[in-house]
């Protein structure tokens, strides 16, 4: 069977809307070749039985008529055998992947031509961390399951009308169905398993089998900026742990140390220059290191251990901001630190251990290819050689915590994965952990309880003047609404007017023109407002989309991060999440997700997000008001219930400023009445 690699070929916009809708094709291409150029999925292990392997195929098949199974058969059984999943990379397309302004898209709505924009953005070369496996970030966040998905997904869209809603059943469209024009256009779930199946295997199980998929957070939903969601959310939580330091201290001559250059942890080493500290990240994979050298996010790549240290802590004594990529395994880094007492100031780790065993942590000891070899052939061995470096991990750790530095953990099941090998990681109590995660000690009490998350927008012109004016007009609101916030909430205001502006000076755009910053719902109202009316005036040359990480206030069940500042025992629960997705497909969103599994892991989360369209019409308007009011402030409501007191601060004021709001209060008990009376 001849191969070959398909190029990426930018298309004139006649030629893409001629190709863009077709689905699938009739005759089907030529198969293509594994482009080593690219950054691939690692093989996935072999989990299926034969009768399993054989339901796989039938399940793949059936996207195609029954005259191309000769040839489709052998090669997606090739597929599974190779890479432990069908992507049918045959069908994979050659023209160049990335988000087109919205009047390219041949679509009968403009909702429809937006979410197209956005689901091409997410594979964009630029942004995908695995794009030829439609994987977008994380090791496994997945937009599809394969390429007749998203060719499929594609053509539906093309032919939606604003009376219907696109069902997507873990990257599988399940079809067109009537609907009205308030309702979300798109109605995504992935990975929804009945409690019981919800293990790691789980995963590796069914969505080899093709029936389910792992969706991450902004992967799965469509909403995926590149990594400047997370530089923001890192530049924040890095500003508030030195605050933490010596009582406000500044984070000047401050070091920072931490792992993955992958996809979202790459944007640690930008967000270290952005927030002034000096910073340490180790990556084992040379091509990611090297990638965000190149993108100019990382200022230096070394692969000596101690000359690593040597140029940071002479960084630290310039008292200028300066980030090191250090081309190694972060065990070995941290060992070293704790050999040469060097003082850190802050430590995390964002490796993707929510995937543990398929490529999101690197043992110790052996190089990339060598782990790679073993995750596939000897998965057993592999999990014990990744267990065995988790404790190395933390006992370094430890020792360095013991002399002074603050450690947090960032949400990516670094603690809970350690506790699992055995590592000394949990208080006296063996229950909580000895360190606190970033959204118990930062992120919950300083900005979700008082409504803060991560609200975001994309200009769908893709032309950077609209972005530029967004940024003003997002800052203009800001700064007015400062001079009558309460003090409570001053030091997050002022946060993200400093973030906003310098977001142009830093370039932070990857793929779409994009922007997210932290505000609550008065704020991500107002500034919408301000985009609306800009859009109807002609300001604003096309519709904005808006948007959020589900890594907000109200979008994440997580208890082992976005709820892990809940004390009520509610933090295993996930009424939240569900109430929140219902609340805003009812209210007006364009499209609506929710997920098993994000960041912290599949089983772990439960967690839903949305996209709207702006268009500058009075319906817009209206929309707009009720979904970010529901969407922030059912979460600032569970939070308040839990007792957390910013959050009471927080959804007492939201009732002032909306009498329809109506929200059940906390009565606070006495804690030496509730202690007397158990024994």
Known sequence: MSQMIAEQVELTKAEFQEIACAGLPTHLPEAQAIDPSVSHAPKRKDILSKAEKELALRNALRYFPAEQHAILAP??????????????YRLRPTYRMHARPIDWYPAQCQQAAAIMLMIQNNLDYAVAQHPHE????????????????YLLVMKYLGE???????????????????????APRVVVTNGMMIPNYSKQDDWEKFNALGVTQYGQMTAGSYMYIGPQGIVHGTTITVLNACRKLDNGATPE??????????????????AGNIAGIVSITAEINSAAAYKRHEQGWVDEVIED???????????????????????????????????????????????????????????????????????????DEFKKRVQASLVRHATAVNKLADQGMYFFDYGNAFLLEASRAGAEVMADNNIDFKYPSYVQDIMGPMCFDFGFGPFRWVCSSCDPEDLQLTDELACEVLEEMRKTSPPEIQQQMADNI????????????????ARILYADAEGRIKIAEAFNKAIASGKLKAPVVLGRDHHDVSGTDSPFRETSNIYDGSQFTADMAIHNVIGDSFRGATWVSIHNGGGVGWGEVINGGFGMLLDGSPESDRRLKMMLHWDVNNGIARRSWARNEEAVFAIKRAMAQEPRLKVTLPNMADDNLIKGLID
Not at 253 to 260: E, M, Q, R, S, W
């Open 75 to 88: 090669e997606f059984a090739h597929e599974l055998k190779e890479y432990g999943r069908i992507y049918m």
């Open 134 to 149: 439609l994987i977008t970030y994380g090791g496994n966040g997945a937009v599809f399951q394969n390429w007749a998905q």
């Open 160 to 182: 939606m009308t604003d009376e219907q809603t696109l069902v997507m059943y873990s990257g599988h469209p399940l079809g067109l169905f009537p609907s009205h024009k308030d």
């Open 253 to 270: 001559g401050k070091l920072f140390v931490t792992a993955g250059l992958g996809g979202m942890s790459g944007a640690q080493p930008k």
């Open 305 to 379: 251990v101690d000359q690593c240290i040597d140029v940071a802590i002479e960084r630290q004594a310039q008292m200028k901001a300066y980030s090191i990529a250090y081309l190694g395994n972060v065990v070995e880094l941290w060992e070293r630190m704790a050999e040469r007492n060097v003082k850190v100031d802050l430590g995390s780790d964002q490796t993707s251990l929510h995937n543990p065993w398929a490529g999101g942590y690197y043992p110790v000891g052996m190089t990339l290819e060598q782990s790679n070899d073993m995750m596939a052939n000897d998965p």
């Open 498 to 513: 400093r973030w906003i502006k310098g977001a142009r000076a830093n370039k932070l755009v990857v793929g779409s023109q």
